[in-house]
């Protein structure tokens, strides 16, 4: 069975310019997670759908970062402006939208902003 | 303010003996706790997890202990194995929402 599968896994670009990650979740998960992960901060969520409607975005840092899923196979996370600070990895996860279900996540986008 | 600890940043075990991994957390409304483990350059994999209305979970060389008054659960691995060595990090959910710990580094020496 093919995982969680994130794109690109690696990504270098230039502070200001725009960045978007992608993620294909596992196939009949309804539940989609965005996570970073820093060395100061660990791994953070920053944004959860449930059946393609986001359910919390209260992890996202600023208005310059926002994410969409338009479908259930697909979600973005997008940065416009990026920011030296954004260099994280970042992780998308998926799992079935019940009680005690355990989230499976993908390799990762390692993004780093000069 | 850290929900789940993980205090030992680090752990090193000679191959075949038994590692114990520990994770603290301070909010009482947790109700389902998860292991996960993760090499470098992969996301982290789903190990096992425990319900807040058992005390136990086993599976193969691993097991969960959830201590609820102590706000306490470990992981053991006996035997450990070189493969075993990676970061481990215990998470702790309300709901769909993981909080993670910050992980502890594993090292099995053969």
């Known amino acids: 069975d093919a995982g969680v599968i994130q794109s690109p896994r690696h990504e270098v670009t230039e502070m200001g310019q725009e960045v978007t990650l992608r993620c294909k979740p596992i196939?009949?998960?309804?539940?989609l997670f965005w996570y970073r992960q820093t060395m100061m901060r660990g791994l953070e969520l920053l944004i959860y759908f449930n059946n393609n409607v986001p359910i919390d975005d209260s992890g996202m840092p600023e208005d310059r970062f926002s994410a969409k899923m338009p479908n259930a196979s697909f979600s973005t996370l997008k940065i416009q402006p990026s920011e030296p600070r954004d260099s994280a990895v970042y992780f998308c996860?998926?799992?079935?939208?019940?009680?005690?279900?355990?989230?499976?996540f993908g390799d990762g986008t390692r993004l780093s902003i000069l | 303010d850290q929900q789940v600890k993980q205090n030992s940043p680090s752990l090193s075990v000679q191959e075949g003996r038994i590692s114990i991994l520990n994770c603290d957390y301070t909010n009482s409304m947790f109700d389902y706790f998860l292991w996960y483990k993760k090499y470098p350059a992969e996301g982290p994999t789903f190990l096992i997890s425990?319900?807040?209305?058992?005390d136990k979970n086993e599976d193969g060389r691993f097991t969960v202990f959830l201590n609820k008054s102590a706000k306490h659960l470990s992981l053991h691995i006996v035997p450990s194995q070189p493969g075993d060595s990676a970061v481990y990090f215990c998470?702790?959910?309300?709901?769909?929402?993981?909080?993670f710990g910050g992980g502890t580094r594993l090292m099995v020496k053969p």
């Open positions: 996860a998926s799992s079935l939208a019940q009680l005690n279900q355990p989230q499976h």
């Open positions: 998470a702790a959910s309300t709901g769909n929402m993981l909080t």
């Open positions: 425990i319900s807040s209305i058992k």
């Open positions: 196939s009949g998960h309804n539940s």
